[in-house]
């Protein structure tokens, strides 16, 4: 079937630890794959993206994780900040297809 | 702030009647999705228009529709609203083809009474 998921609904880290958010993903065929950070009472921002012919990429804190064998995504935060409170979601981009397909989002909460 | 702008913020409606929600896409973006979020959910995709032409749709209705502008601004309307539209609407706008990243609006908040 066509889904996105994530293993665990919330997640709690103190401030300056490192966070890994995961997602399951479960059609072979999708190509393309976004984390987007929602903040309270706003859209969802971009983070990073990966395309199935890369294992990792990096951004400014952040790093994705592809792996491709079990279908799994994750996104690693460094030091993770107060601001970065909020829900993540991880979206899936299929080959020909126009859409994202969201999975439920995991919340992440730093506590100082 | 990705330059996307949605409006309004927040809507009331009652059941039965129509509504239509409008986004301005980024600069040089020709692509516009809509998606629908429910509380405590991830995005659903609604449709996506591409250089004015409806390019895709998700499992939601006929009374869904949309329109693209030459400007490349859209146009989300609901007819005949139910309770169960109650939701964020959120616009994305992607630049050029449709697998390009996809940069979210605001959203508009709409409740349905």
């Known amino acids: 079937g066509e889904s996105v998921g994530l293993h665990l609904p919330t997640l709690s880290v103190q401030e300056g630890d490192n966070s890994i958010i995961n997602c399951a993903y479960s059609?072979?065929?999708?190509?393309?794959f976004i984390w987007y950070k929602q903040e309270s009472g706003k859209g969802p921002q971009f983070i990073i993206d990966?395309?199935?012919?890369?294992d990792k990429r990096q951004g400014q804190r952040v790093t994705v994780l592809l792996n491709k064998t079990v279908k799994h995504l994750s996104l690693q935060i460094a030091a993770t900040q107060p601001g970065d409170s909020a829900v993540y979601f991880c979206a899936e981009g299929r080959g020909g297809s126009e859409k994202l397909v969201f999975g439920k989002g995991t919340k992440l909460t730093v506590n100082p | 702030e990705t330059g996307v702008t949605q409006s309004p913020t927040h809507l009331i409606k009652t059941r039965g009647q129509q509504v239509t929600l409008r986004c301005s896409s980024q600069?040089?973006?020709?692509?516009v999705s809509w998606y629908q979020q429910a509380l405590g959910q991830g995005p659903q995709f609604i449709f996506q228009?591409?250089?004015?032409?409806?390019?895709g749709r998700g499992n939601f209705p006929p009374r869904f529709s949309g329109l693209q502008f030459p400007n490349y601004s859209s146009e989300l309307n609901v007819n005949a609203l139910e309770l169960d539209d109650s939701a964020l609407y959120l616009c994305?706008?992607?630049?050029?083809?449709?697998?390009?990243?996809?940069?979210f609006g605001p959203g508009t908040r709409l409740l349905v009474l």
């Open positions: 990966i395309r199935s012919n890369m």
């Open positions: 059609n072979s065929a999708s190509d393309y």
């Open positions: 600069s040089g973006h020709n692509t």
């Open positions: 228009y591409y250089r004015e032409e409806e390019n």
């Open positions: 994305a706008s992607s630049l050029d083809r449709p697998q390009e990243t996809q940069y």
